[in-house]
C-alpha cells in the first residue's frame, strides 16, 4: 500500500520528513574548513568519521558528506568516506557532489535510502542525475536555479520547482522523494533576499505539496554576529513550512533556536529536550551604557563623509574640496585614503558588508563630483579587468564586492556575471583586451570549472593576469592550476591590481 512517506535511511535507521523539521550537519565539507581540507589531503578518514560522531552527539538527524576538493580524487574519497562512516553510525548521509561520476558511485554502494543532493533546473544537470535517482533510489535536492539563473520572486522559483518536478515525472520519481532548495541568499547584500526565500519555501509547500530543504548560513554572509541572523532566519523559515535545514550543530544559537522552536510548537514532550539543552546555561549579562565605545571620526570632511557611507555629502564635500585642490589631488589624497581605511576596517571585521557597499557608493558619488570639472588632467586610461563566478556556481557577492572596490579604485571592470562557461570568459577578455581576469568560486563543485578557464586563458592569452579567489580556494590550488595571484578577500584583489597595473 502506497503510504506516501518521504523518508531517507541508513542500514537500520529511517528519518521522516514532515513529522518534525529535520537538521542535516554541514560540518563533513572542506568550504572554509582549512583542518578539514588537511584531513582529506592527507587521507585521514578518522577526522572525517569523528567529525560525523560529533554531530551525531549534537542531535542532528542526517549527515551531509561533501569531500570535494580540487587536489584529490573525489570518487575514491566519497566511497571511502560513505563506507567508514556507515561502518560505525547509523544516521543516514546525504551524498553531496556535483560529479556524477562520484555521485553514481557512492550511491551504488550506500546502505539504504540516501538523499542526493542535488539537481537544479538546467537540462544537462537532470539529464545526468535523475536517471541515478530512479536507478539506485533516494530523496533528491532540487535547487530552484536554471540556465537564467535563480528568480527574483517566490513565483520564478516555484515555476523552477515545477520544472523539475515535471522531469521527475517522466522518470517515475515521486514527488514524495524530492524535497525542493529555494536558495537562502545574502541578506546584506539584497534586502529583501530572506523574505524572498521565505516566500518561497510556503508557496513551493503549499501549491506543489513539495517538501523543503534550506542551506541556512548563506543568509547572514558579511554580517557581524551570523549565529544570531542564522538563528533568527531557522525559525522563521520553520513557521513558512521548512522540512529540514542543513546547518552548524556546533553553534548553541542554532541549536537553542531549534529546540525553542520544538518546545514551542508542542513537538518536544514536556519541554524535555530544551531544558536539557539550557539546564547548564548561563544568564547573559547585560552590558552597561559605559561599555560601549565609540569610534573617532576623521578630520577631513570627505574622508568622514565616505567612511561614514554617506552619498550626497560625499558628492558635496567633493565638490568643496575641489574649490582649492586640483582633481587629481583629491583623489589620491582623500577618496583613495577613504577607500584604504574603509578596506582596513572590513578586514578587521570592524565594518561589515552593508557598510562597506554604502562607503563605495558614497566614494562613488565623489568621484562623480571630481570626474565632473576633469577634462585634461593627466589621468590615464584606466586597466581593464574582467570578472566573473565560475561556470556552474551560483554565488556572486564575493565577486560583487570586487567589483565595487576596482571601479572605485578606478579601473575599469566588465562584469561577466556568474555560472560563466570558461569559452565566454576567454571571448570577453580577448574583445575587451583586458589585463586582468578576477574568477570566483564559492562551491567546491566549482572549482573545476575555474581550473579549465585559467588553463584556456594561460593557452590562448599568456599575456594576461589571473587573479582567483573563493571561500573554498587555497594559495596552493591557485599555484596549482596556473593562476597569477590568490586573493584571500576584496583588497587583496585590489592591491594585486594596483601593484600589476604600475
Not at 138 to 149: K, P, S
Not at 157 to 175: P, T
Not at 201 to 207: A, P, S, T, W, Y
Amino acid at each position: 500500500t502506497e503510504k506516501n512517506i518521504s523518508c531517507v535511511s541508513s542500514y537500520t535507521h529511517a528519518v521522516e520528513f514532515g513529522r518534525q523539521p529535520i537538521l542535516i550537519g554541514e560540518r563533513i565539507n572542506p568550504t572554509g574548513k582549512k583542518r578539514f581540507k588537511e584531513a582529506l589531503r592527507e587521507g585521514d578518514i578518522n577526522y572525517i568519521v569523528n567529525e560525523g560522531i560529533a554531530q551525531q552527539e549534537k542531535g542532528v538527524h542526517i549527515l551531509d558528506v561533501n569531500v570535494g576538493l580540487p587536489e584529490i580524487d573525489e570518487d575514491e574519497m566519497l566511497v571511502k568516506s560513505v563506507k567508514e562512516l556507515q561502518s560505525v553510525l547509523d544516521l543516514p548521509l546525504q551524498l553531496d557532489t556535483a560529479k556524477k561520476s562520484s555521485m553514481e558511485k557512492a550511491m551504488r554502494i550506500y546502505n539504504g535510502k540516501p538523499l542526493v543532493n542535488s539537481v537544479n533546473g538546467k537540462q544537462e544537470v537532470m539529464d545526468e542525475i535523475l536517471p541515478l535517482v530512479k536507478k539506485y533510489g533516494g530523496v533528491v535536492i532540487a535547487l530552484t536555479i536554471d540556465e537564467t539563473g535563480i528568480p527574483e520572486t517566490a513565483e520564478g522559483r516555484k515555476a523552477i520547482a515545477e520544472k523539475i518536478l515535471k522531469e521527475c515525472e517522466k522518470y517515475g520519481i515521486d514527488k514524495k522523494d524530492i524535497i525542493v532548495d529555494p536558495l537562502a541568499m545574502a541578506v546584506s547584500s539584497d534586502d529583501n533576499s530572506a523574505k524572498i526565500t521565505l516566500d518561497s519555501v510556503k508557496l513551493i509547500k503549499n501549491e506543489l505539496g513539495l517538501k523543503t530543504s534550506l542551506g541556512v548560513s548563506n543568509v547572514s554572509f558579511g554580517l557581524p554576529s551570523r549565529e544570531t541572523l542564522n538563528a533568527y532566519f531557522l525559525s522563521l523559515a520553520f513557521m513558512n513550512g521548512l522540512d529540514c535545514a542543513i546547518m552548524n550543530p556546533f553553534s548553541d544559537t542554532m541549536m537553542g533556536s531549534y529546540r525553542t522552536y520544538m518546545a514551542l510548537m508542542g513537538k518536544d514532550k514536556s519541554c524535555a529536550e530544551y531544558i536539557d539543552f539550557f539546564k547548564d546555561f548561563a544568564p547573559v549579562q547585560a552590558k552597561s551604557a559605559s561599555t560601549v565605545k565609540t569610534e573617532d571620526t576623521d578630520e577631513n570632511p570627505l574622508i568622514r563623509a565616505i567612511v561614514k557611507g554617506l552619498k550626497e555629502p560625499s558628492f558635496t564635500e567633493a565638490q568643496k574640496a575641489l574649490q582649492s585642490a586640483e582633481p587629481l589631488e583629491i583623489i589620491n589624497t582623500q577618496i583613495v585614503p577613504a577607500l584604504d581605511k574603509v578596506g582596513k576596517l572590513f578586514e578587521e571585521k570592524k565594518m561589515y558588508l552593508p557598510q562597506l557597499l554604502m562607503s563605495a557608493e558614497a566614494a562613488s558619488r565623489a568621484f562623480d563630483a571630481v570626474k565632473s570639472v576633469m577634462k585634461d588632467s593627466g589621468l590615464k586610461e584606466s586597466k581593464k579587468i574582467i570578472l566573473a563566478t565560475v561556470k556552474g556556481d551560483i554565488h556572486d557577492i564575493g565577486k560583487n564586492i570586487v567589483k565595487t572596490l576596482l571601479e572605485n579604485y578606478g579601473f575599469t571592470v566588465i562584469d561577466l556575471g556568474k555560472d560563466v562557461a570558461p569559452e565566454r570568459v576567454l571571448e570577453a577578455t580577448r574583445k575587451e583586451k583586458a589585463d586582468i581576469v578576477g574568477l570566483s568560486a564559492l562551491m567546491t563543485t566549482t572549482t573545476e570549472a575555474m581550473a579549465e578557464t585559467v588553463r584556456l586563458l594561460n593557452e590562448e592569452l599568456p599575456q594576461v593576469k589571473t587573479v582567483v579567489g573563493g571561500a573554498v580556494l587555497t594559495k596552493e590550488f591557485a599555484e596549482k592550476i596556473g593562476a597569477t595571484f590568490y586573493a584571500k578577500d576584496a583588497m587583496e584583489t585590489v592591491r594585486f591590481a594596483q601593484l600589476d597595473c604600475r
